[in-house]
């Protein structure tokens, strides 16, 4: 039998919008005080996080219901597969570190003569085709990040720029990645098939991550004279080079990140094992008299959990902030506020950037506003690939950048415990505002809203047979040349302002244009745009049923 029960009613709060904001604005205040003040790890965010949910637990009517909400957020299938994640990639750099892997991967960057900038911008490059590949930032910070940012000590690379660098080119890839969940939300909402998305994306991503690749290597050019020496490191524990390649062929196999882990884990072991590279004791050892055990798997498990209950933390405030109404009514603030194409775009990335910075999360802000996407842009006749990539765009800049995001708190926690290699450990606000990447994509997104770069617009058939078949003339500009004035403050044509239907016309050759109409379904007639120069009147008579455009 269908289930008649009736949505739960929105989470309220007293003080009703700035009360339901309020435990929101006390974590982004915190933890952006926390970041400024140069707080060393996640784990000084779970007291702020801790007040915040407490705020919201005071504020809000329901009590009851608040912590549900927060039970709700936390136990999402995601919030489990980041959290194991956290938990197994942790003993896998732990157990690679312990092989003495990291310091022979150093002694081999030393050797290649990759020093500072040079490296950097092979972390990117590399680091961009492993997330471009698995479609998978995340799992490139995990497995990248502890690997590649240690090694850097020896190539005398700046620290913060190659942190951001790695973290750069994760996010290129996953801004270009035909695989990634980003890609596949909004190019499903938008109604664009993947492979055109994913194209008409590198008009964007191209420029904006060439020049995030010069600022990357130009930044990590300026630690160079203090490089660590390796001379007495051994080749050996190069052998375990296997393991990452190992779970990055899963990985581009498609198969699971957390089967891709545990296996690479299994490998480790085995290898370190076979070639005296540990013994088992450094692995797991149980320290008498003090009830407690220690080693390189607890070792893992113990870098982990900062992160870790930080995604618990964060998703149970999310989790609140779902069970309420502002996104509904944010974007029902907002509806047929455009009167522009450029105006259309700026709501559709104003509102898909609000959502992420409400949810922290990218693939559920594509989700939420996808729709107010689709239905504005089709309103102003842009296309299904032009509405995708500027979602996709925007929510690829500013978890990357933010200190209360994923990404940034990943990407630092991946840079503990290498002290002894000459790397610091760095903070998430210093290793998001070093994601060159992310910036040029803010710019470039900018750039694209405001000059019309990459604007193309799918203008509907109906719009332009009504703008033929008034009773005026139409030169090859798709300038009225008697109701100039009149038309343009008239209500749009089929859905599409008249300045979408000139700007289009002007774009289209005559050639190319045909728009076909009759009294019946059966009658036909052709209509071509007149070539330059020329106008000439138009029959006043309007389609019928089977109106059809095809614009090049």
């Known amino acids: 039998m269908p289930d008649h029960t009736p949505a739960a009613a929105p989470l309220t709060f007293r003080g009703g919008t700035l009360g339901a904001l309020a435990p929101f604005l006390v974590f982004l205040s915190g933890v952006t005080a926390l970041a400024l003040a140069g707080a060393p790890d996640e784990k000084g965010f779970w007291p702020v996080l801790l007040l915040a949910l407490i705020a919201g637990l005071l504020l809000a009517h329901d009590r009851a219901r608040f912590a549900e909400s927060m039970l709700d957020g936390m136990s999402q299938r995601i919030v489990m597969i980041m959290v194991c994640a956290w938990l197994f990639a942790g003993v896998l750099g732990s157990l690679l570190a312990a092989s003495g892997f990291v310091g022979a991967l150093a002694w081999s960057a030393q050797s290649l003569g990759l020093g500072g900038g040079a490296y950097v911008g092979a972390a990117f490059v590399a680091c961009a085709l492993v997330s471009t590949a698995t479609g998978t930032s995340f799992g490139t910070i995990l497995v990248a990040g502890p690997l590649l940012y240690p090694a850097g000590g020896a190539a005398g690379a700046a620290p ?153 933390l964060l998703m149970a405030l999310v989790g609140t902030i779902q069970a309420t109404d502002l996104l509904e009514r944010l974007l029902r603030a907002v509806e047929r506020r455009a009167a522009t194409p450029r105006a259309a775009e700026a709501w559709i990335v104003g509102t898909v950037s609000a959502a992420v910075l409400l949810t922290t999360h990218s693939v559920v802000a594509v989700l939420m506003t996808g729709p107010f996407a689709k239905e504005t842009g089709e309103r102003h006749g842009l296309d299904a690939y032009r509405r995708a990539n500027l979602h996709d765009l925007s929510v690829c800049t500013w978890p990357f950048l933010l200190p209360w995001f994923l990404p940034t708190i990943l990407a630092a926690s991946a840079t503990r415990g290498a002290e002894r290699l000459g790397m610091p450990a760095l903070n998430p606000l210093t290793v998001g505002m070093h994601n060159t990447y992310a910036w040029a994509l803010v710019v470039m997104v900018a750039i694209a809203v405001i000059t019309g770069y990459g604007r193309k617009l799918a203008v509907a058939a109906a719009a332009i047979v009504a703008l033929l078949t008034m009773p005026t003339r139409v030169d090859a500009q798709g300038t009225d040349t008697q109701r100039a004035g009149a038309q343009r403050s008239s209500a749009p044509l089929g859905g599409v302002p008249f300045s979408a239907v000139a700007d289009s016309a002007r774009r289209v050759p005559a050639a190319d244009l045909r728009i076909t109409y009759g009294a019946a379904p059966s009658q036909f007639a052709e209509l071509r745009l007149p070539r330059a120069g020329a106008s000439r009147p138009v029959p006043n008579r309007r389609p019928s049923c089977s109106s059809t455009a095809a614009a090049g």
């Not at 420029?207 to 995030?212: F, M």
């Not at 094992?273 to 055990?293: I, K, N």
């Open 160 to 312: 913060a720029a190659l942190m951001g660098a790695i973290l750069a080119g994760a996010t290129w890839g996953d801004s270009m990645s035909p695989v990634s969940d980003t890609t596949i939300a909004s190019s499903g909402t938008q109604g664009a098939d993947i492979g055109g998305t994913v194209r008409a994306r590198l008009r964007y991503a191209l420029p904006a991550g060439l020049l995030a690749l010069v600022v990357s290597v130009l930044l990590g050019s300026g630690n160079a004279g203090t490089a660590a020496t390796h001379d007495g490191t051994s080749a050996l524990p190069l052998v375990m080079l296997a393991v990452p390649v190992l779970v990055l062929a899963m990985l581009f196999a498609k198969r699971h990140l957390i089967e891709a882990l545990l296996v690479g884990i299994v490998v480790a072991t085995l290898l370190a094992l076979a070639f005296g590279l540990v013994s088992p004791s450094d692995l797991m050892r149980v320290e008498e008299g003090s009830f407690s055990a220690s080693g390189a798997i607890l070792d893992g498990f113990n870098r982990a959990i900062g992160v870790s209950v930080f995604t618990l």
